[in-house]
Every structure is written in structure tokens, then in C-alpha cells.
């Protein structure tokens, strides 16, 4: 005796994978857990399951698509409603179905590429087939570059709006970092450069994911470690979503060697003193007092609805998505009046296979490993 427990069987091929299945629902604890997976451990031809396993037996049964299993990948992993939301769009099937319309009106027009390569002679089929086939090619591709203009909003959504804190030594980022989060996660000291590395911590606001970055100070590095620390703050700051920068009330704000990115400019340490006017309008706060913590975290809020637009749920969510599609728009506009039907038909194909790609009609198997190597293992 083990347990007490509930035994649920799923048969195939109305269970998840498409397989006959059962799940034993267990109690919690380490003993019971421990006993009945040694139970199984002893039964012929029982293994644990791989990461990923079961949804990627799912996939290769076609109960869902690759963007389906992405989607629910990211569900498992969602923070925050915004995210919620989008896993659950992939994962209802919203790229997938806009994929394969792309895919069935590419294959008709490759009908047509191919059918003016058989029939050539007959007095139905044009002689120039491109230009019989441009107009809904252009449509096609008009689509795909709307699909595209949305820029990287999906995968920001996923990773989290990236919001780096930098500025000279001792201006109170690890300070205002601190306050933001409300936890220590930041030594704060006044000795400058006592940040060396980026430490990271992510925050929901208003239901959208934010990653704050504390980052070493900028300024003539004293030793090898503080140069590299600066070093990783400038690439940081590059690929940040908004750059906070701070400085002590009072200084010139210098911004010489920055990377361009959306600076958010702040007047740190409005406590210790009077400040004078300011003819740049700059956001002030004291992280010691909490003056002006709250309304920068609204604004920090107002810019992240801005860039991801969480209302309007992107097509795309991840870099594999983009690819499929810019490798089937390149095919499509490789197609130019003139072109032999041989070679626009070629292209067709080329532009068919991009997308199938996207859905896991076709692709190599180290991509799968890929995705199904982020799930959990029992999922």
C-alpha cells in the first residue's frame, strides 16, 4: 500500500497525445511521491518522460502545431495577464490559421506557375505567367509585410519590457532599483563602483512583464573587473527597452557614449537639497523618501503599453516565427515580371516551405529538440 489515490485513463486518440494514457493523482508528499515513482521505476518498459515528451508526442500525432506547442509552452511559463493572453492566442491556433491561408493561396498560385510549364500551348494559360500572377502576389506579400511591421512586440512580451538603469557611479541606481521592486536585491554603498555585474528583477505592472537591469556606473574604470562591468552595461543599454538615467541633483546630464535607446532622464536624490530650475523637465525622486518612485513606475508602465500594445495581440511572439515569414516574403518578391515559369514556381515552392515550417509541416529535427527541450519534464 502506497497511497489512496484517483487513477484517470485517457484513451486514444481522444487524449492529449493522441495515445492511450492514464495520470495517477497522488498526495504531495516526499514519501508518497517517492514510493510510487520507485513502484514505476520497477514495471518492464517504464521510463520517465523527457522534457517536453508528451506535447511533442501530441505534436508528432497531430493533435496541435509547432506554434500550437509554443503557445502552450509559454502559458506554462506566463507571469503576467498580458502574457497569459498571447500564449493563449498562439496556442488557440491564431498564427497557424493565418499561416495557412498564406500557404493555400501561395499553392494555388504555384498551380498556376506549373500549369503554364505543362500546358504552355493551350490558348487558356497566359504567356507571361508572373505578370498574371503579380497582383495577387502583391496582395500577398502586402499582408506579410503588415504581419511584420509589428515589430518585435510578441517576443518583447515573452522575455519582458527591458528597462536599464544607468548613469555615473553613486547617482542611486542600486538605490532606486531597491525601491522599485520594494526588496533588497541591490548592495547599496557609498563607495562608487561597488556594482561590478547587471542584476536583474522582473516586475508586473498592470499586468504587463517588466525586467529591471541595475548596471555599474560609468565613468574612467579603475581596475579590469570595472571595465568589463562597464562594458556589459553599455551592451546592455543597447538592446534596453528604456534606458532610466540617472544623476545627482544638480549635474550636467552627460550622455556621451550611451547607446541610442529611449532615455527616460532622472534627477536622483531630490532630498538632500533645494533644486534649481530645470530647463530639461527631468523626472525627480528620492529613492530614501519614495518622492516620485510611484509616478516613475507609472511612467514606466505608460511607455511599456505603448511599445507592446497589449490590447492588439501580435501575430508572432518568437525570432522562428519572423524568419518563416521574411524567407517567404524574399521568395515572393524574388518574383518579377519576365520570369521564367520554371523558376516562379521554384520560388512559390520555396515561399510554401517557409511557412510550413512555421507549423511543423516540415523541419529539421535539432529545431524541435529546441522547443520541446524548454518543457517541463511530465509535460
Known amino acids: 500500500m502506497l497511497d489512496e489515490a484517483l487513477v484517470l485513463r485517457f484513451p486514444g486518440p481522444g487524449s492529449f497525445t493522441g495515445e492511450d ?41 497531430g ?64 504567356i507571361d505567367v508572373t505578370a498574371d500572377l503579380a497582383p495577387k502576389i502583391g496582395l500577398l506579400a502586402a499582408s506579410m509585410h503588415a504581419a511584420l511591421a509589428e515589430g518585435r512586440r510578441g517576443e518583447m512580451l515573452r522575455q519582458g519590457f527591458t528597462v536599464v538603469l544607468a548613469g555615473a557611479p553613486n ?63 553599455l551592451t546592455r543599454a543597447q538592446s534596453a527597452d528604456l534606458v532610466l538615467w540617472l544623476t545627482e541633483s544638480g549635474e550636467a546630464m552627460d550622455l556621451s557614449g550611451l547607446p541610442k535607446a529611449p532615455i527616460l532622464r532622472i534627477r536622483s536624490k531630490c532630498d538632500l537639497g533645494a533644486i ?32 507592446l500594445k497589449p490590447e492588439e495581440p501580435p501575430l508572432m511572439s518568437r525570432e522562428r516565427h519572423r524568419r518563416g515569414i521574411v524567407e517567404a516574403l524574399l521568395a515572393l518578391e524574388r518574383i518579377v515580371p519576365g520570369l521564367p515559369a520554371e523558376v516562379a514556381a521554384e520560388e512559390l515552392r520555396l515561399a510554401a516551405r517557409a511557412l510550413e515550417s512555421i507549423i511543423g509541416l516540415v523541419g529539421p529535427e535539432d529545431v524541435l529538440g529546441e522547443i520541446f527541450s524548454r518543457f517541463c519534464i511530465g509535460k
Request: charged share 30%.
Open 21 to 61: 494514457g492514464f495520470e495517477l493523482h497522488i498526495h504531495g508528499g516526499r514519501a508518497v511521491t517517492a514510493g510510487i515513482l520507485g513502484a514505476l521505476g520497477e514495471c518492464p518498459n517504464l521510463r520517465i518522460a523527457k522534457p517536453g515528451e508528451f506535447t511533442r508526442r501530441a505534436f508528432l500525432n
Open 63 to 126: 493533435k496541435l502545431d509547432l506554434t500550437e506547442a509554443e503557445g502552450l509552452a509559454d502559458l506554462i511559463e506566463a507571469t503576467t495577464s498580458a502574457q497569459r493572453d498571447q500564449a493563449l492566442a498562439q496556442a488557440g491556433g491564431r498564427l497557424r490559421a493565418q499561416a495557412q491561408l498564406w500557404r493555400r493561396a501561395i499553392l494555388e498560385l504555384q498551380s498556376r506557375a506549373e500549369a503554364d510549364i505543362d500546358f504552355s500551348d493551350e490558348g487558356d494559360v497566359p
Open 171 to 233: 547617482a542611486g541606481k542600486s538605490s532606486l532599483m531597491n525601491a522599485l521592486i520594494r526588496r533588497d536585491v541591490a548592495i547599496v554603498s557609498t563607495i562608487p563602483g561597488t556594482t561590478r555585474d547587471l542584476i536583474e528583477a522582473s516586475l508586473d505592472l498592470d499586468g504587463l512583464p517588466v525586467t529591471l537591469v541595475d548596471t555599474a556606473g560609468l565613468r574612467e574604470a579603475v581596475d579590469e573587473i570595472e571595465k568589463e562591468g562597464i562594458r556589459r552595461t
Open 276 to 307: 534649481e530650475s530645470d530647463p530639461e523637465q527631468m523626472h525627480r525622486l528620492s529613492a530614501h523618501s519614495g518622492e516620485g518612485v510611484n509616478e516613475l513606475l507609472d511612467l514606466i508602465a505608460e511607455r511599456a503599453r505603448l511599445t
